[in-house]
């Protein structure tokens, strides 16, 4: 018979999450041992400053921890939640991500009562807590989400004996959170004598707070935040090599989309083409976390290894966590730091003079890519359900955390950096769309349109699911559809990818197109096509008329529908259309040279973000200098300092295009130090005072627009890439990028107080780069191309196979 330990929380602290405990644990006034002396014995000399973030604190550290993931899994260290990728519940605009027990949220006990080290590591991708008793002991806990092995969350713990001649005794404080999920598993344990492996795995575990699963029809519309998401429905002990694993497998409580019966639909709602099923499954594994790990007399140094796998197969979940322990602790340590290695090395930053901006584009790069999926994995992957303004790492109920929804944040803000950075990583966000099309069909055909209009919020199956009480800003916030049409542009200008095209993106786009041409409304007064009952980027002001940032991006996206026409189908141009899109109504107002919101917009009136702006770019819609220049005038005074961080990012860029640096400047520095929380460099929604989002990588990748399309300069367009008159931000003396993508080459932009160069690192096809004074040259690999006197450089491929229907394309 095997001996089972009762798995349990240590009953002197009881609180929601570490984090909590940390902020709880000293209200008794216990006297601190404050040694700080320790903590430089160890140093990481290979590990650069500006990826290192490191605070020495005591119990009262428990704000803005950092978020991390591997697209497959993510997590906000010291929490008791774990999120999985397209896992969900809850009934439309309930539906959130499902939160999954952290069975590995693990800390030192002493470090509840003591100071300790915390340091995250954005280089090699893990982080650590140090606990150190001067002379006598050096303890490391690293935490990760393991970049190769996907499906599991790591913690491991060595022990370092210095002078010390005893046993090393240390507790550990554990809390995963539910306590249902708790409940499982020790009456499990508690009933491991009395039953045999079998009876457990087919037990259907319930108590006062679940409903019979076997009772499908019982599933009822409740509030998430009021029960747990997850009905774990089977469990099991396992051993496997000595090691004591712990499984339990189960459910989400609620579909997204209310049929009654498991992954059965609701007819009313369907139009004739089915949405995807949704996920609606996962098993945890995990092995046994202890009370106390001990460092033995006789041994100078011992690690501990604490995993936890999720996925939506038991069978899966093993396989991982079998080959997990498979491997020593160093090999699995160096696997997941040489995803890092190399990422690092295939896209690098250097900024001199200016240290703090330096860390502020590192890291949000980071936080960034860390929600987005390995690029080689040890199982393989499931599809990607985009990215949510807070990341895979956080969501759940919290309306502040935008409950793991995609908005147009993913298209408009964050997939122009990381298509730059990776365009494989920006397809698979458009791919997510693609999978939502027939949803979004759906959506139109019950609005009364024609094509695809996708919703303001999408999750597990691409219905709308803003919360209710909200409905009025997915009725008219309609721009979402024009937007990602939009961002597929972007994409198919930077890759050429006609096989996507052929394949996925040409669906995408006229569909999206044909929901446009159904959604405009002809005026017999004006001769101009209208769109009516709109609500634009800004949010205070809902239910206008001809919006111009939605007029706008619906012109391009019935261009793009034409193009992708043509591209995919090689059929003549369709003159309807192109008599629509030519004849969208953009609304100026040629007296004061600007561009109203809306109609009957009114100079002075605020406005909660930006949003006339965004034509200037990202939209880059053509108008006069003047009219960019009363436009930034006129509504920069306007947008409220309460509203998001994005908003500065764009400023900053316009206000380059103008070529008003100290403007761009300022903008550049509140849409950055403002928004970002230290010690971690985690990103705020808000302004400090402000309710709003944490880990909110919108503001992040809007930022790293700033730097990349603002002062770098780089403009993508259908036939080729401008490099813009690129500059320094201010305190800078050198700005360097290496690995921005192009046509599958590679190339990097360096500027310095005298000097602007742009070099390929790698060339895939032939590429022509044009210069200020109509020079054309083949680019060649690692020459360096002197652009200081360009106004603007061009590059693009030296052949083009859509060049016929390239007029379509305005900017």
């Known amino acids: 018979m095997i001996h089972i330990e009762l798995f349990f929380l240590i009953s002197a602290v009881s609180c929601a999450t570490v984090s909590n405990c940390l902020d709880n644990s000293n209200k008794n006034n216990q006297p601190l041992v404050v040694d700080r002396s320790g903590y430089d014995i160890i140093r990481n000399s290979a590990t650069h400053d500006h990826f290192m973030f490191t605070t020495i604190s005591g119990p009262n550290f428990t704000k803005n921890l950092p978020t991390l993931g591997n697209g497959h899994l993510g997590f906000t260290v010291l929490s008791d939640a774990v999120y999985m990728n397209g896992l969900y519940n809850g009934y439309k605009g309930l539906s959130h991500r499902a939160k999954i027990p952290n069975f590995v949220n693990i800390l030192l006990a002493d470090c509840l009562i003591k100071i300790c080290k915390y340091s995250l590591n954005i280089e090699l991708g893990y982080f650590e807590v140090k606990f150190v008793v001067e002379k006598q002991f050096i303890v490391r806990h690293l935490i990760y989400a393991h ?24 507790k550990l404080h554990k809390n995963p959170g539910n306590d249902e999920a708790l409940t499982k598993v020790k009456t499990a344990q508690r009933s491991r004598n009395e039953r045999s492996v079998n009876d457990v795995k087919s037990n259907n575990f319930s108590n006062n707070k679940t409903k019979n699963v076997n009772n499908k029809n019982s599933r009822s519309t409740l509030n998430a935040v009021e029960k747990d998401d997850l009905e774990f429905t089977k469990n099991e002990t396992i051993d496997f090599d000595g090691i004591r694993l712990y499984m339990l497998c189960g459910r989400i409580r609620e579909l997204e989309n209310g049929g009654n019966e498991r992954n059965e639909y609701n007819e009313d709602e369907i139009s004739g083409e089915e949405p995807p099923r949704q996920e609606e499954d996962v ?143 920006a397809k698979k966000l458009i791919e997510y769309r693609f999978m939502m099309l027939n949803a979004a069909k759906n959506n139109a055909n019950a609005g009364g349109y024609r094509g695809a209009r996708f919703p303001w919020e999408s999750a597990a199956t691409g219905i709308e699911v803003i919360q209710p009480g909200y409905e009025y800003i997915a009725e008219y916030q309609q721009h979402i559809s024009g937007d990602i049409s939009f961002s597929l542009r972007h994409y198919f200008s930077l890759t050429h990818d006609i096989e996507f095209m052929m394949s996925e993106g040409c669906q995408l786009a006229l569909n999206i197109a044909e929901f446009w041409a159904s959604r405009v409304t002809f005026n017999d007064s004006t001769g101009f096509y209208d769109i009516n009952h709109v609500m634009g980027p800004d949010e205070d002001h809902s239910d206008v008329n001809n919006n111009v940032y939605t007029n706008v991006v619906a012109k391009y996206a019935l261009e793009f529908g034409l193009f992708s026409k043509y591209l995919c189908g090689k059929q003549s141009p369709d003159v309807d259309l192109l008599q629509m899109m030519s004849k969208i109504k953009i609304i100026y107002d040629d007296l004061l040279d600007y561009h109203p919101q809306y109609e009957g917009y009114k100079i002075g009136t605020e406005i909660k973000q930006a949003d006339a702006i965004l034509i200037g770019y990202p939209l880059m819609f053509p108008m006069n200098y003047s009219t960019r220049v009363n436009d930034l005038k006129f509504y920069e005074n306007v947008t409220r300092s309460s509203g998001p961080a994005m908003s500065y990012s764009m400023t900053a860029i316009n206000f380059l295009d103008i070529n008003d640096e100290v403007k761009a400047n300022e ?15 985690v990103w705020s929604e808000v302004e400090p005072g402000e309710i709003g989002a944490t880990n909110f990588i919108t503001g992040a990748g809007g930022f790293l627009q700033t730097i990349f399309n603002g002062f770098l300069g780089i403009r993508v367009h259908l036939d080729h890439f401008e490099i813009r008159n690129p500059r320094l931000p201010q305190n800078c003396t050198r700005l360097r990028v290496e690995g921005f993508s192009y046509m599958k080459s590679k190339f990097e932009i360096e500027v310095s107080g005298h000097s602007k160069s742009l070099r390929f690192v790698e060339v895939h096809d032939k590429l022509i ?26 590059i693009k491929p030296a052949y083009d196979p859509f060049n016929d229907f390239i007029h379509l394309n305005t900017v």
Not at 147 to 170: G, P, T, V
Not at 393 to 405: A, V
Not at 774 to 790: A, H, M, P, W
Request: some cysteine; aromatic content about 12%; hydrophobic content about 40%.
């Open 667 to 681: 903008m550049l520095l509140k849409g950055y130090k403002t928004f970002i929380r230290r010690p971690f460099n």
């Open 147 to 170: 970049r190769f092995y996907n499906r599991a969350l790591i913690n491991q713990i060595h022990i370092q004996r210095l002078e010390s001649k005893d046993d090393i005794n240390l």
């Open 283 to 425: 098993c945890v594994l995990w092995n046994h976390v202890p009370e106390e790990i001990t460092l033995y007399q006789t041994l100078s140094s011992i690690s501990y290894k604490f995993v936890m796998a999720v996925d939506t197969q038991a069978a899966d979940v093993r396989q991982e966590m079998m080959d997990v322990f498979r491997i020593s602790d160093d090999e699995l340590f160096e696997s997941h730091k040489n995803v890092w290695k190399k990422f690092w090395k295939d896209f690098q930053i250097d900024v001199d003079g200016d240290d703090e901006l330096l860390r502020a584009i590192t890291s949000s790069i980071f936080y960034l890519t860390s929600s987005l999926p390995s690029v080689i994995t040890n199982l393989p992957q499931h599809p990607f359900y985009g990215l949510s303004p807070t990341g895979l790492g956080r969501g759940g109920s919290n309306l502040n955390d935008y409950e793991g929804h995609n908005f147009w944040d993913t298209e408009m803000f964050m997939l122009p950096p990381v298509a730059l950075i990776n365009p494989n990583w």
């Open 769 to 794: 780069l044009e210069s200020h004074d109509d020079e054309t040259k083949l680019v060649t690999v690692n020459v360096s191309y002197d652009i200081t006197n360009n106004i603007v450089t061009n």
